[in-house]
């Protein structure tokens, strides 16, 4: 089992920037991919960000070029950084993480607004 625990959404306004963590406890060294998923209302849940723990990274056409996911594999954390904010990134964000075994977790979820 894995558990997720994040952090780091709010109030943004368009432009600026935000910073999302995720840390994950349990049996943490099953963990193959980390990354971030967000739902916006009435939407399907899409990808944002995926990083493995070499280090490859996925991202999202949309985000691509304004958000940097990272992650720490001793601290079994990730981390996504969000700049240039728009409307439109506005959504409840939502750490994600693959095992070895092609098993998911989900965390709760953190929302972010990006509003004037």
């Known amino acids: 089992q894995v558990q997720l625990v994040e952090s780091g959404g709010g109030l943004v306004q368009p432009g600026g920037s935000l910073r999302l963590y995720c840390a994950a406890s349990?049996?943490?060294?099953?963990?193959?991919?980390m990354g971030w998923y967000r739902q916006a209302p009435g939407k399907q849940r899409e990808l944002v960000a995926t990083i493995t723990r070499g280090g490859t990274t996925n991202y999202a056409d949309s985000v691509k070029g304004r958000f940097t996911i990272s992650r720490d594999n001793a601290k079994s954390t990730v981390d996504l950084q969000m700049n240039i904010l728009k409307p439109e990134d506005t959504a409840v964000y939502y750490c994600?993480?693959?095992?070895?075994?092609?098993?998911?977790?989900w965390g709760q979820g953190t929302q972010v607004t990006v509003s004037s």
């Open positions: 994600n993480v693959l095992t070895w075994t092609l098993t998911t977790y």
């Open positions: 349990g049996s943490s060294m099953s963990i193959n991919r």
